[in-house]
């Protein structure tokens, strides 16, 4: 376990990207004081979260390690790879370049190729100035949800490296940037069909506390059932 | 120098995630073949190009490592981890964790938050199925080359640790990204007022061959001038 004072998460309860630094804090063992960011309200482009990351983005990590100054970290990849390195072990990235590689590019597949696409400020362009209606919309959101994840069940379907997880038997970067795309669907009820090896990883991982405990509906913030 | 017989990247000569793999095998001193698929005319759904990569996605890298299967690596920030690890020096990212993390940070604003939104799959629906026209594409266009290139500025400028390159002063994968960004929005003819650090990078890494020799006017199938 690590010092309870050092890290700092920004937060909110249904964001994918915060759901996978939750994650892989968990799966490190690593304790954060979590700071909810009302998203909703828009909290991030008020002037006391604007003091901590002035581009008004969550997750935002603050590292108050004792010897140096406290620094703010973004995006939720390079927050991973920073835990990775500061933290090695239970491992987030397999070994071997060649494993690496293809975990980071299943990660990156729905990380950057799929979830910019689905963002509150993507919503508010094309509803306010594109001419979307609510129909549009959910249209948009299907369509690029069901092309990242068709995408990915259709190398991890073909690729003999598959197991349990994305890679092998352990979870990686890309379960969780995995698991992150599939919770965040449920909180907008949306459904993919023909994903039975995604299908397959999502419930492998939700048995694992570490995802469990990241789910949206647990978290401060989230809408009673 | 590699064995020349070792990599082939799979590219085409306007892309802004190509581009970042050509420029880091330039940096490295990395020889590949490259071979062109033309988007342009949907080469990358053909059959031919799908038996290399089945997500007829670009670029491409394929590494005939004579020890090994060939190895297929996609998504442009997981090839230049993958190339990092492999030839660590001259190196693409700072030493110590946090310069790292900041470095990573500042290319996924541009490679994750920026770049996804603005590429041909995203034109083609939006222009057929989403009832923009030209002009509203244009306005998307620039909608998201701003807020990606505002946020980035306000960062660097704010930032003790921008240097002569966006961290101090070795180009790192934060300046191959701006710089890929820059590339693209040339060829679109996009422009952004208001980024004087950005410009004052990008300067710098032109006159680094690396980068010169990567620029898309230079590449095979781009239009004479």
Known sequence: MTDPARFELFSYWRTSATYRVRVALNIKGIEALERNVDIDAG???????????????????IDHAAAAPAATLTQSLPILEFLEELYPTPALLPRGVHARARVRSLAAMLAS???????????????????????????????????GLHALE??????????HFCQGDSATMADICLASIIVVMRVFKVEVEGIPTINRIMQRCEQIEAF??????????????
Chains 1, 2 share one sequence.
Do not use: C, M
């Open 43 to 61: 909290e991030q482009l008020g002037d006391d979260f604007l003091k901590v990351n002035p581009l008004g983005a969550i997750p935002a990590l």
């Open 113 to 147: 190729d799929t979830h910019p696409l689905i963002t509150p400020r993507v919503k508010r362009y094309l509803t306010q100035r594109g001419g979307f209606d609510a129909d549009a919309w959910r249209a948009w959101q299907v369509q690029w949800f069901g092309t």
């Open 154 to 163: 259709a190398r991890l379907a073909a690729d003999p490296e598959t197991g």
């Open 212 to 225: 469990a405990k990241a789910d949206p509906r647990w978290q401060v913030g989230a809408p009673s059932v």
